[in-house]
Nanobody, 120 residues
Framework: QAQVVESGGGLAQPGGSLRLSCAAP????????ISWYRQPPGKQRELVAS???????TYVDSVKGRFTISRDNAKNTVYLQMNSLTPDDTAVYYC??????????????WGQGTQVTVSS
């Protein structure tokens, strides 16, 4: 059974937009830093954006100004709004929830990924 679930992937035109969602149970979502990774075909996985449990965000340089990560704690959901998409954004996008519970124990959950394809 899936504990972290991505949705919102699909096909977009260059210059278009998509919004990805990452949902998790409260016991996983609460207190977790949530990150979006992506893996283009034939390339290594890279960190795209992260949001801490307190709402602090970080982005890889290539998406700054185009992507926005946000979280809705009431819905246990994190979003990745992707604007001005280019073919270089084509990848499988993965959501990761991670938090330290006690010293020496780190909970780490990955979603199964959602395909984003940017093409005309």
């Amino acid at each position: 059974q899936a504990q972290v679930v991505e949705s919102g992937g699909g096909l977009a035109q260059p210059g278009g937009s998509l919004r990805l969602s990452c949902a998790a149970p409260g016991r996983i979502f609460s207190g977790s830093a949530i990150s979006w990774y992506r893996q283009p075909p034939g390339k290594q996985r890279e960190l795209v954006a992260s949001i801490s449990s307190g709402g602090t965000t970080t982005y890889v340089d290539s998406v700054k100004g185009r992507f926005t990560i946000s979280r809705d704690n009431a819905k246990n959901t994190v979003y990745l709004q992707m604007n001005s998409l280019t073919p270089d954004d084509t990848a499988v996008y993965y959501c990761r929830a991670r938090k330290g519970v006690v010293f020496g124990l780190d909970l780490d959950y990955w979603g199964q990924g959602t395909q984003v394809t940017v093409s005309s």
